[in-house]
């Protein structure tokens, strides 16, 4: 067999061109090399299969390729248009600038996480949303954890471990990413006594199942779904006494959690930890993402008692949130020190109370950029549409907003090549066609979109 020669010039000879130094400087030495050998071995294959081998600048132009993916970040900014505002799988409350700036001086210095500057003295990391907590909820005491069902786990191995909580059949809820209180409560150590029907329980059914070894009783806010029709609850106020009378704790999990009354930015109610503190619960647990608009954070707040015995939980621990979103979470409760600016600070709230004539020419702005983009193939248009909250935050309740849509045959395509600007746009597909809703469209949003959207066209059919 007659040897052949090399079709690919040596890595040495790559690594001392311009091109390669360039990749070096950017990435390193390792990676250059990595990506200029495996590049080298393609060609070597692709050579021996009979195709031709391409030069060096080709060579090399596909290691940076390989290069550019290997170093792009994975988790990558998108434009919500999905109509849900605190979406779960986009990360939530979009956080306020004092957040966001107050995060990023913690994570960049060293801080006073647990450290006290009158004494000199070690610290205590939740103390510097402690006293905020209890000035806005009226609670006795609070700690912090990872997020909420990292709550309700410290709450429930705290204070049940080995012993029974009797919930209703109607709030055995699952959430989202495999959060099932009837899964949590097993990891939690406790026994699940269910209590009552779907739709019906009643104050005999909590009387009925307390015994010796019931630890708390247990109300979880019905997120995600409502029931309605024949049911029968029994209100916070008299599982409050009957919990008292049994000399058990008595626990509201509220997932959502508002911390200010949402009638009076014009939203539908939801409970506020307050209002359930005030009902008589000794503790309250929810999420520091969804109505609150603060970072991924669980709060727990109430008796002063309770909230020590959590805290000296070895858990507590491994559930314990670090000195960026701790800060992140101080700067957006203090927000709330001023709340009726909190429409325009926290934007959160500022895409919910969005006035749907600002969505409205918002999406006409949309409109007018996506019609050339797309072509004569697709009609646009600007349609009414209902945003929802999101989170399992009020799912009843639906938020007049307005949405461009996009009709036409295979709207999954424009779908699929909106997902693939440098910018990705999410809707979703309904009726049959693609609905943009423009509620969560920012200005940021939208200069970042004029850039891009003139190459949706590219590609197109
Ligand atoms: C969302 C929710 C949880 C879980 O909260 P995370 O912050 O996502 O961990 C628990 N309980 C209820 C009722 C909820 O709505």
Request: aromatic fraction near 4%; charge should be positive; hydrophobic fraction near 45%.
């Amino acid at each position: 067999m007659p040897a052949t020669r090399s079709p690919i010039p040596s890595i040495d000879r790559l690594l001392r061109t311009p091109a390669a130094a360039v990749l070096l400087a950017r990435f390193g030495r390792d990676a250059t090399l990595a990506a200029l050998r495996a590049e080298a071995e393609a060609v070597r294959a692709a050579f021996r299969a009979g195709a031709q081998p391409p030069g060096e600048i080709a060579l090399i132009d596909a290691a940076a390729d390989r290069l550019a993916r290997l170093f792009a970040p994975s988790q990558r900014r998108v434009v919500n248009l999905t109509g849900t505002v605190l979406h779960t799988n986009l990360g939530r409350a979009p956080l306020p600038e004092e957040a966001i700036a107050a995060a990023a001086e913690a994570m960049r210095h060293p801080t006073t996480l647990e450290f006290d500057l009158a004494t000199g003295r070690r610290g205590e990391r939740d103390h510097h949303v402690r006293s905020l907590l209890r000035e806005l909820t009226g609670a006795e005491d609070a700690t912090v954890v990872n997020n909420n069902a990292a709550a309700v786990l410290l709450v429930l191995n705290t204070l049940a471990k080995g012993r029974e909580v009797p919930v209703s059949r109607g709030e055995l809820i699952e959430i989202g990413g495999s959060f099932r209180m009837p899964e949590i409560m097993a990891r939690a150590g406790c026994r699940l006594v269910e209590i009552g029907t779907t739709n019906r329980t009643h104050a005999r059914d909590y009387r009925d199942a307390i015994g010796p070894r019931t630890a708390l009783l247990m109300r979880v806010h019905q997120a995600n779904f409502a029931i309605s029709g024949f049911t029968a609850r029994v209100a916070d106020r008299e599982l409050a006494a009957i919990a008292k009378n049994a000399g058990a704790p008595f626990v509201t999990d509220l997932g959502a959690g508002a911390l200010v009354d949402l009638d009076r930015f014009g939203l539908p109610h939801e409970p506020t930890a307050r209002e359930a503190l005030a009902a008589g619960a000794d503790l309250v647990t929810f999420s520091g993402d969804k109505l609150l608009g603060g970072p991924q954070a669980g709060l727990v707040v109430g008796r002063a008692d309770l909230i020590r015995r959590l805290n000296r939980n070895p858990l507590k621990r491994a559930l314990r949130l670090d000195k960026g979103r701790l800060a992140a979470l101080e700067a957006v409760l203090r927000l709330y020190r001023a709340p009726d600016l909190l429409p325009q600070r926290l934007p959160a709230l500022a895409l919910l109370t969005r006035p749907e004539s600002a969505i409205r020419a918002a999406a006409g702005r949309l409109m007018d950029r996506l019609r050339p983009a797309l072509g004569p193939a697709w009609q646009v248009a600007v349609e009414p549409c209902r945003s929802q909250i999101g989170s399992g935050a009020l799912p009843e309740d639906r938020l007049l907003s307005a949405a461009v849509t996009v009709a036409g045959k295979g709207v999954e395509s424009v779908a699929s090549r909106l997902r693939a600007l440098p910018v990705p746009v999410l809707g979703r597909i309904g009726e049959g066609r693609l609905w943009l809703d423009c509620r969560c469209l920012t200005d940021t949003d939208e200069r970042d979109l004029a850039a891009v959207l003139p190459d949706l066209g590219r590609g197109a059919m």
